[in-house]
C-alpha cells in the first residue's frame, strides 16, 4: 500500500536551515508529482509547492519562494524540502503528499521548532 | 489566490444528526473542490474531490455538492469516528488554497 514516511522532528535556531525528507513506497515515484503543505495551529494549512519527480521539474506557492527548495531522490523513492533561513513564522508541522493538485495520500507530518 | 471561506468555524452536533459544512470560493472554480478530515494528531484524509465525488473507502454517509461558487459537505448520520476539522481546497487555480477549517464535535 501507499506509505509517505517523514523524518523526524527538528528543533533549529532562527536563521538557520533545515531539511526535511519524505521516504515513499506503495507506488510508482518516478512518474508522480509530490507535494509539501504547511499547518499551523489556527488551523490553517498552506500549499507550498509540488516537484515531478520524474524530471524534477517544479511549481512553488509565490509566498514560499526563495523559502523552500523541493528536490527528490529517484534511487530511494524519497522527496525533500529545504526550508532556509528560518523564523519563527516557519514554525509549523509541514507535510508531504502524493499528488500535485489533490492529496489522496499524506505522510504522518515533521514538527519544526524554531528557537534559541 | 483564491480565498474559501468555511463556515462554521465550529459546530456541535448530536449522533445521527445530519450535519452541513459550507465552503464559498472568492471566484469560479468549477468542480475543482475537495474536501479533507483531520483527526487529532493525524494527517488530513481526502474525503471527497471533484466537488462531488467520494474518495475511496470514504463512507456513503458523506456528500459533496455544488451551487455556483458555495460547495456543501454533508454528513447524513453523524457517527462518533466523524469527530475533528474538515477543510475545503480548491484546486483550480494555483497556488491551491484551503479554507479556514471547521471543528466538529459531539454534543
Known amino acids: 500500500q501507499v506509505k509517505l514516511l517523514q523524518s523526524g522532528a527538528e528543533l533549529v535556531k532562527p536563521g538557520a536551515s533545515v531539511k526535511l525528507s519524505c521516504k515513499t513506497s506503495?507506488?510508482?515515484?518516478?512518474?508522480?508529482?509530490m507535494s509539501w503543505l504547511k499547518q499551523v495551529p489556527g488551523p490553517s494549512i498552506e500549499w507550498i509547492g509540488w516537484?515531478?519527480?520524474?524530471?524534477?521539474?517544479?511549481n512553488y506557492n509565490q509566498k514560499f519562494k526563495g523559502k523552500a527548495t523541493l528536490t527528490v531522490d529517484k534511487s530511494s523513492s524519497t522527496a525533500y524540502m529545504d526550508l532556509s533561513s528560518l523564523t519563527s513564522e516557519d514554525a509549523a508541522v509541514y507535510f508531504c503528499a502524493r499528488g500535485g493538485r489533490l492529496f489522496a495520500y499524506w505522510g504522518q507530518g515533521t514538527l519544526v521548532t524554531v528557537s534559541s | 489566490d483564491i480565498q474559501m471561506t468555511q463556515s462554521p468555524a465550529s459546530l456541535s452536533a448530536s449522533l445521527e444528526e445530519i450535519v452541513t459544512i459550507t465552503c464559498q470560493a472568492s471566484q469560479d472554480i468549477g468542480n475543482w473542490l475537495a474536501w479533507y478530515q483531520q483527526k487529532p494528531g493525524k494527517s488530513p484524509q481526502l474525503l471527497i474531490y471533484g466537488a462531488t465525488s467520494l474518495a475511496d473507502g470514504v463512507p456513503s454517509r458523506f456528500s459533496g455538492s455544488r451551487s455556483g461558487t458555495q460547495y456543501s459537505l454533508k454528513i447524513s448520520r453523524l457517527q462518533v469516528e466523524d469527530i475533528g476539522i474538515y477543510y475545503c481546497q480548491q484546486a483550480s487555480s494555483a497556488p491551491w488554497t484551503f479554507g479556514g477549517g471547521t471543528k466538529l464535535e459531539l454534543k
Open positions: 506503495g507506488f510508482t515515484f518516478s512518474t508522480s508529482y
Open positions: 516537484i515531478y519527480a520524474g524530471d524534477g521539474g517544479t
